[in-house]
């Protein structure tokens, strides 16, 4: 019986193109716009570090000064002090711990015709590739004494290794980093995480950087961050020196801690440690620091902002005008159908059955337009993806969940639009209509 009310759709859309047209374009505007919107919150709102979200956090000190709190969500500032990360470093609580910022760096190769071009570096330590789980095609990262000493290698990611090498194995070979020599030591594989959470203070959507540096190369190389830099208060040193012994903040900390009596043993090492630098003048603020798990960092960074939201229930709001648009043309369609209804009411059919068939063509209106809906909307987030010119790349784009779910909205939105039509048409009298045959 499914069939047959399928075919019967089939036939009365083919009787009315026009109006069948235009209900189905409003199911395609409604779905294709509101999917657009939905598509890239759910796509922001992502945490590529969700396998991991119970054991790793991220590290905030309070060493803001005394008389202001920092600007931030939970008033620690967002990154630490090269002087504390440094001491943070000798603590060997952690399985793994990282600290980082970002940097660029000017690559090129001795007597390749490939030309030098600016390239974004992460400057890290050693466990950064351990804690976030990124796989090596080649090679592997270097020894921990890199870490607080000079050593000029480089772990490069596949795509940089397919344009310097041609994809080929690298290890051993030398990259002229802003004209000094280093030593490739490893290929990373593909890792794109979107959001790109171990560092959302310098874009959350941005690529990952194409080259990692030691920790240990600051002083050599007066490495300073590419990224945000804030600080209070200079110090009393002066150059590069006086910076890093400065209260600026600049670098990323993340730790892994395994199970609960090892995040509290860090956490009384924290709570040492900042007592420790009060002792010495430091830290003024009242003792407060924050260890937040991938999840809560992405929230307290608000990654996925209260706009976004609200462009997300605006964008619903605009889906629900669309159906009730169709709900209209449906209507009128339905009731020109009427004596139709009419016939075969009385020859026996049931309200149940001419309720049925009619829901059941506003559901193939439903499926029609959100077909339609979904290219619009692949279309919509192409066009987004060539605005952001490759910065939107990771979120600009639908997976399989989103394209069930705009096919899910699509039908519920036809369901909606058609209840009420087909209730009225079942709802008909047959006596009206055989009298004016």
């Known amino acids: 019986m499914i069939g047959y009310y399928i075919s019967l759709a089939l036939r009365s859309l083919r009787r009315t193109p026009t109006l069948s047209a235009l209900m189905v374009a409003a199911i ?127 772990i490069l990611s596949k795509a940089t290794n397919e344009k310097l090498f041609s994809g080929e194995d690298s290890v051993g070979e030398t990259v002229i980093l802003n004209s000094q020599p280093f030593t490739v030591i490893g290929v990373i594989d593909t890792w794109e995480p979107s959001p790109k959470v171990y560092d959302v203070n310098n874009g959350s959507f941005t690529k990952v950087e194409s080259l990692f540096v030691p920790f240990g190369l600051h002083r050599k190389l007066e490495i300073y961050s590419w990224g945000n830099t804030n600080g209070w208060d200079s110090g009393e040193g002066e150059g590069y020196e006086g910076f890093l012994q400065s209260e600026s903040v600049w670098i990323q900390y993340w730790v892994e801690l395994t199970n609960k009596e090892q995040k509290t043993e860090y956490e009384n090492f924290l709570t040492a440690y900042i007592q420790g630098q009060k002792d010495q003048g430091r830290f003024e603020r009242p003792l407060k620091f924050a260890l937040s798990k991938p999840s809560e960092w992405l929230v307290l960074n608000e990654v996925l902002s209260d706009d976004n939201r609200v462009l997300g229930w605006v964008s619903l709001a605009f889906l629900l005008v669309c159906v009730i648009n169709a709900v209209a043309l449906l209507l009128a369609k339905f009731l020109r159908k009427a004596p139709e209804a009419g016939v075969r009411r009385a020859l026996g059919a049931s309200r149940n059955a001419i309720f049925t068939q009619h829901l059941i063509e506003s559901s193939t209106i439903g499926i029609l337009g959100g077909i339609a809906g979904i290219l619009l909307a692949f279309m919509g987030i192409s066009g987004i993806r060539y605005l952001a010119m490759g910065q939107q790349d990771t979120v600009a784009r639908m997976d399989w969940v989103m394209v069930i779910a705009a096919i899910g909205l699509a039908l519920i939105a036809s369901l909606l639009a058609g209840l009420y039509p087909a209730w009225r048409i079942s709802r008909t009298n047959p006596s009206i209509y055989l009298k004016t045959q």
Do not use: C
Not at 75 to 100: C, F, G, K, N
């Open 28 to 154: 395609a505007v409604g779905v294709g716009a509101s999917m657009t919107v939905l598509t890239l919150n759910y796509m922001m709102s992502q945490n590529a570090l969700e396998h991991k979200d119970d054991v790793l956090f991220a590290v905030q000190l309070d060493s803001w000064d005394v008389n202001e709190a920092a600007n931030t969500t939970n008033e620690i500032p967002w990154q630490l002090t090269y002087r504390d990360a440094q001491a943070l470093l000798r603590s060997d609580i952690p399985t793994h711990q990282v600290a980082m910022h970002r940097y660029g760096f000017t690559v090129e190769l001795e007597e390749s015709a490939i030309r030098p071009y600016t390239a974004d570096i992460r400057v890290t330590t050693r466990d950064f590739f351990n804690l976030f789980d990124i796989p090596f095609i080649y090679g592997g990262t270097w020894e921990k004494t890199a870490d607080s000493s000079p050593m000029q290698v480089v």
